[in-house]
RNA sequence: GGAGCGUUGGCAGAGUGGUAAUGCAGCGGAUUGCUAAUCCGUGACCGUGUUAUAGCGGUCCAUAGGUUCGAGUCCUAUACGCUCCGCCA
């Protein structure tokens, strides 16, 4: 959330950032009750120090009863503005949680993703000298899946992977842990199951009702749980309520943890092959670190997936996310795509954020800085890799003329020295 | 699932109805000057005030209620942790 001292002394910064971002602009009437809480805190605490100095004589007083009689009539007088002042404080607080946060000043403007900029483009993508296959093509004659079987044992959006096809993934997944451990992450086996608040700190959704979250997370029925659809939720809160130390940071998470999404706004899209499903697995990269340190941090971390994406020997572009397309709690947002062969087209694989100290507010997370003053921390996110989605450009691309797949280079002493899988043995 | 114990500042740790001890760390200051020590000050949040300080006031002892003129302390519920029992990959 927005710092209310922020909003008072630049109003207008924030309209601007409700404006671009596409959220509602409540800034006038956050000011105006802001200015009535205060004026109640006024005057319950002159009222609250009168009694409080009457209290404290009671226990010498040699007449006790007028003294009693005094506090206990103040103390009426108190409840009743006290009334007032936690519905107001209510009321404001919620239109506080509605505030986005403010997009960087390099971010670009735009209404939708039709606005993001692309800002470079590694890697050419692959000419094939034959017809290439499309994913589930190349899944098929391997038989790496089971869609059939599986949409009619666990429903849509679910997949398994077999065989090779399953020995890649568990492969990619720990080879991008072992490269991040490298980087100084470390590395968290994380839960799904999670409470619903704790989604909440992480500031994807707006307001203080949690169950605006009902359309996109699962929740345990008959329990107070549901499943976390990052490991970035988990990660968020790992130090709430604590106050780190300046040199200790920053601190880098590399995080595991199978991720569970309704994909509820994503009805009849994507539904062939291995791009999304209601369940897949993802290693997350999480960082904690001083303001200061955001902006090199963003760029650690993007230069991390940007570095996934060149050991898997995947053609890949850099998007800068418009402000309307980031979200609401993002300052700036990167999304890095790789090159689909059967779609013709780069998608997204990972999605670099900075959160600046948004996240760190809702779960208190502070840090003691080196003149001794208490300080939230900021935050950021990427993913390191997903999966199955990642192999469906890793399969596309390495693609030999007889459904074989040759495998990337720095993959192979994960894959038992082999360098190529599938096609005709 | 059952029983017991616990939760106080960054950390440790006192506090049995009347203004939250003390130690360590961090930060600020003073002093000494062989690299460290000694002394003093300093909890967090909010309101007010200030150019900025200071000052003044309020709140905070896991959370939410209750009793009371007054609650860290008494009562109720909840969360979390630890120990033991049961079950279990």
Known sequence: MIDIKFIRENPDIVKNAC???????NV????????????????????????????????????KAPLIAQSKKIGEEIAADMAELADKEAELNELLHCVPQIP???????????????????????????????????LDMNNWWAPEKIGEICGTRTYCLMGEAAELSLAIQTYVIQK?????????????ITKPQTIFNAGHFKGSDLSVMNNDVFMLTDTDRCLAGTAEIILNSLHADEVLNEKDLPIKYAGFSPCFRKEAGAAGRDTRGLVRFHQFNK?????????????????????????VMEDLELPYRVIANCTGDMGFNKVKMNDVEAWFPSEN??????????IGQFQARRT??????????????ATLNNTGIALPRALVPVIENHQN????VNIPKKLQPLMGGRTKIGGKH
């Open 104 to 138: 960087s000043a390099d971010a670009p403007i735009g209404r939708d993703d039709g606005d993001n900029v692309e800002i470079r483009r590694v890697g050419e993508p692959p000419k094939f000298d034959f017809t290439p296959r499309a994913q589930w093509d190349l």
């Open 364 to 377: 208190n997370t502070r840090y003691r800085a080196g003149d001794g003053t208490l300080q939230f921390c």
């Open 401 to 404: 003329a007889d459904g074989s």
């Open 345 to 354: 087209a780069y998608r997204e694989l990972g999605s670099c954020s900075s």
């Open 283 to 307: 290693v997350e990269q999480y960082i904690y670190c001083t303001p200061e340190q955001s902006d090199e941090m963003h760029e650690h971390i993007l230069n991390n997936l940007c570095e």
């Open 28 to 63: 006038d009437d956050i000011l105006a009750l802001d200015k009535r809480v205060r004026e109640l805190k006024t005057i319950t605490q002159t009222k609250t120090a009168e009694k409080n100095k009457i209290t404290r004589e009671i226990p010498t007083a040699t007449d």
């Open 180 to 192: 991040l451990i490298s980087k100084g992450f470390r590395f968290v086996e994380c839960p799904s």
């Open 19 to 25: 404006a671009v971002k596409n959220f509602a602009d």
